[in-house]
């Protein structure tokens, strides 16, 4: 079993879901638009590999604590479809197709959470999604996460929760990431891409000769 592993956010989009789904939500009312500053200087911290996710993960979900999860599924949806859509790559879904041919398992794997990455996954017709799990109790969301992060190790975790720890799982993957944050992914694969790459990532990339793919946007 082959896996080819895609990071989602300045990977697959040119963007942050993340980022765009709270911007969304101040859009619409749902979130009150002084989060927007404060957001932006944790995801400076983020390119700078100084993020705490959990930190992160509790300030962007507080507007979501009390709603109802299936609430939250339909507007992820409508966000994916009216948002997220246009920004997909074009040879991120060429290189999606080409593994499919393979016969390789499609994995869409992200730090940001499951409600933007699952639509996502099914959007581009991956056979899995790896992404932040968020808590619930009885339906209505806690504003929490659970479980092991999908960030910088725990993705690593991640994978092997889901497939196994055994050698196999790795010895024929593929990665495929933008940020150096996902260098312990990269290195755990056989076939390491860096895609778009930030100036960290670039710097490993070309020192263990990486491939380098530059995607862009259709005109």
Known sequence: MALALFDLDETLIAGDCASLWLEYMVAQELAPATMVAEEQALMSLYHQGKMDMHQYMAFTLQPLAGKSRSWLDGQCQHFAEQVLRELIYPEGLARIEWHRKQGDTL??????????????ARMLGMDHCVAI???????????QTRGTLSFREGKVARINQLFGSEPHVWRESHGYSDSHNDLPLLRAVAHPHAVNPAPGLRQVAEELHWPI???????
Request: hydrophobic share 55%; net charge negative.
């Open 107 to 120: 994995v869409l794997i992200s730090a940001s959470g499951e409600h933007l990455v699952a639509p996502m």
């Open 133 to 143: 799990l968020l808590d619930e109790e009885q339906g209505m969301l806690t504003g």
């Open 213 to 219: 793919l530059h995607w862009q946007l259709a005109v």
